[in-house]
């Protein structure tokens, strides 16, 4: 089984709690926090979603001919911040075949896109679906007994949708067609918070494992991961008549810039690299800001003043169980997770951080003293206690697929898990 098909899976409409600890740290597939996130981002397939144009009536934009249109002020009023963004345009629309609801591979309900001139021609992609479009949360929150109807006061759906600014000379022609690729990308990113209930905020970033554009984009892009902002188009939190929703902006940047998020912080990073490119624009062909020394020394200088300022670290593992076997401690994790888990660690023990590993089944704390040694909280939340010698031992582990166990008593073996 691939990394990206541990990803597909469905989920009940509704919200979906993030399980990071603190909200300043926040998971992330192969990176570290306080400002990351999580999941792939890459899909291998085209996405099952059809332009608008192509079906015969959008009508309540879900694809079900169900007529109650009026329910959908949820998409309406997502709709409406970009209309009045970009007034009396039509955008490109692509629409999901087979509703997720009904048994679908693709969680949104519809993606669009729309032409935008400053600062350059580009791309603008906004997802409909992680929000509640229809009212259907609203219903069962009131069936409920929810305390309050003010929209203000909770999530609508998962509180976010997803935009994407693809620069592109061709966005300036009114004829031209928005490049479909973008449309896999979010759906592959929605699929990934809909199956763990792990929700991208603005200041996350994630691994890409490999070019975030597919079929002709991938062989001119050196751009791997993402890092995630407030859209600049809406910056705050816009209220629905179905609850709260924040436009997160998806960025590409290249494998040293996520390095240099991962160590410090993703909105400094990204900061300065909207003095160059613009705020939020993602430029296929655009070099790294490790091309420029004058730059990325700039950049190693915000970097390490962020990094000096946590006091806790935060990791995501979408693989990962805790366990004791006699009286070993055994920790399996999997998959993509292991490419950079062990160096982050030792880098926050060097720096007297408390790491915080997160998955959806478990949360494990690791603080470095004097001592090894665990605790069960309870059997989601498990408190392990290194040496900084263990952290270091770790630090230096160059074949993460395989099983380690740290030198010492009592016993803690990292256990790789194989994919499949």
């Not at 949360?137 to 998962?158: I, K, M, N, V, Y």
């Not at 929605?190 to 209930?197: D, K, L």
């Not at 902006?249 to 690299?273: K, M, W, Y």
């Not at 390490?304 to 995501?316: H, I, K, N, Q, W």
């Amino acid at each position: 089984m691939s990394f990206l098909s541990r990803l597909f899976g469905r989920r009940d409409h509704g919200q979906g709690p993030d399980p990071v600890p603190e909200p300043t740290t926040t998971p992330t597939s192969t990176a570290e926090a306080p400002d990351e996130a999580a999941g792939p981002a890459r899909q291998t397939t085209a996405p099952a979603v059809t332009p608008a144009d192509d079906v015969d009536d959008v009508g309540d934009h879900d694809g079900d001919d169900d007529g109650d249109d009026d329910k959908a002020v949820g998409w309406d009023a997502l709709e409406a911040v970009f209309t009045a963004a970009y007034p009396g345009q039509e955008p490109q629309h692509w629409g999901t075949l087979l509703s997720y609801r009904l048994g679908g591979n693709d969680p949104l309900t519809g993606v669009s896109a729309y032409r935008a001139s400053e600062p350059v021609p580009h791309w603008h992609y906004v997802t409909f679906g992680y929000t509640d479009l229809f009212g259907d949360d609203l219903d069962q929150r009131r069936e409920a007994g929810s305390p309050t109807d003010d929209p203000a006061a909770f999530p609508s759906g998962f509180g976010i949708e997803m935009t994407f600014r693809l620069v592109d000379p061709a966005a300036a022609d009114p004829e031209a067609t928005a490049p479909a690729w973008v449309v896999g990308l979010m759906q592959n990113l929605a699929r990934y918070t809909f199956r763990s209930h792990n929700v991208i905020r603005a200041g996350h970033h994630l691994d890409a494992n490999g070019p975030i554009a597919l079929d002709s984009g991938a062989a001119l892009t050196g751009l791997s991961a993402l890092a995630f902002l407030d859209d600049p188009l809406h910056p705050v939190t816009l209220v629905t008549p179905h609850g709260t929703v924040d436009l997160v902006g998806a960025v590409g940047i290249t494998a040293e810039e996520l390095v240099a998020v991962q160590t410090g912080d993703t909105r400094s990073v990204l900061a300065l690299l909207a003095q160059s490119e613009g705020a939020a624009l993602t430029r296929l062909d655009r070099p790294g800001m490790e091309t420029d020394p004058e730059l990325w020394a700039r950049v190693q200088e915000t970097v390490a003043v962020d990094e000096g300022r946590r006091t806790t670290r935060s990791l995501f593992a979408q693989t990962l169980r805790v366990t004791e076997q006699l009286d070993d401690l055994v920790i399996e994790f999997g998959g993509s997770d292991s490419q950079s888990l062990f160096v982050p660690l030792a880098r926050a023990a060097a720096l007297g951080q408390r790491t915080v590993l997160t998955s959806p089944d478990v949360v494990l704390s690791i603080d470095v003293g004097q001592e090894r040694g665990w605790e069960f909280i309870e059997p989601s939340q498990v408190r392990l206690h290194l040496t900084r010698q263990d952290a270091e031992a770790l630090g230096e582990i160059d074949d993460v697929r395989t099983e380690h166990r740290l030198p010492g008593e009592p016993g803690v073996i990292w256990k790789h898990v194989p994919e499949g």
